[in-house]
């Protein structure tokens, strides 16, 4: 991994996957910081890869507070 953005890798945006054990649940956490839960793997890459379509980034911290790099992708 380069330096700079924790959220890219070469240039290339990193989305997350993770399963929760004992379901079908799996939770899509994009570059953005956007998270969403899904049971559909196909609606999870749907919205993962349809950003910025559907996505709510996380709030921004409140002022004074630093400010994480992948919020600022």
Do not use: K, Q
Not at 47 to 66: D, T, V, Y
């Amino acid at each position: 991994m380069t330096t700079g953005d924790p959220g890219t890798a070469g240039g290339r945006a990193v989305y997350r996957i993770h399963w929760a054990p004992g379901t079908d649940n799996l939770r899509a956490v994009c570059f953005c910081g956007a998270e969403e839960e899904f049971e559909d793997p196909v609606a999870l890459w749907d919205w993962l890869l349809g950003h910025p379509e559907g996505h709510n980034p996380r709030p921004a911290p409140e002022s004074g507070a630093p400010v994480p790099a992948a919020a600022l992708v």
